[in-house]
């Protein structure tokens, strides 16, 4: 197989036995590049995660892995884009799914409450992470901006309780209540605050 690295190619036998060595190899060049692993493209695949998994199934047959590293900020700006992506496209989902849960919710509405929560799990930790991060100020352009899009979050991360106490009791109306009256709005007001922070950031790479 080929592995595309920072304008390298490494050229590796397909073989259980090295793909410890290829996993290393990929990190040492990325530290020293002073990058992070974002993911791979392995034959055309998106990979996240569970990398030596991935070689482990399809050692074999893997022709092409590309490997794809971002600086800090790269990664962060990806980050912050993919969360307002998520933040403008869900209240409208969101106000569909407390409309189930007023009047019957069945195994499909729990499901896609299920996927909300994990959105917002995502969200809360990734935001957090950034927040605190040495580096924010380095990384984010408007500061003050920033710091009111983490206002909300922490409003988000206020209410939560509440919802969780309500999912234990299997209360739906308060449930829908949440998603209706609380969550779109946050998740609306978060968006309003993350979009300048978007579009600032990609008026920089324009420029650059």
Do not use: C
């Amino acid at each position: 197989m080929k592995i595309y690295i920072e304008d390298q190619t490494l050229e590796v036998e397909n073989s259980k036995d090295v793909i410890d060595k290829i996993l290393n190899e990929i990190d040492t060049i990325i530290v020293n590049s002073s990058k992070i692993l974002s993911h791979m493209i392995i034959d055309g695949l998106e990979v996240y995660e569970n990398y030596y998994d991935y070689f482990l199934d399809n050692i074999r047959v893997i022709e092409k892995v590309e490997i794809v590293a971002l600086t800090y900020k790269e990664l962060v700006d990806d980050i912050l884009a993919s969360t307002l992506s998520y933040l403008e496209r869900t209240p409208d989902i969101i106000e569909s799914l407390a409309d189930k849960f007023y009047k019957n919710s069945d195994t499909d509405a729990w499901n896609d409450l299920n996927d909300l929560l994990g959105g917002i799990s995502w969200i809360v930790n990734t935001s957090s992470s950034i927040d605190q991060d040495e580096r924010l100020k380095d990384i984010v352009s408007r500061y003050e901006d920033w710091n009111l899009y983490v206002k909300e979050l922490f409003s988000l991360q206020k209410i939560l309780p509440d919802f969780e106490n309500a999912l234990s009791s299997g209360d739906n109306v308060t449930i829908a209540d949440i998603l209706s009256y609380e969550i779109i709005a946050i998740f609306k007001e978060m968006a309003g605050r993350l979009s300048s922070l978007v579009s600032v950031e990609a008026n920089l790479y324009d420029l650059n």
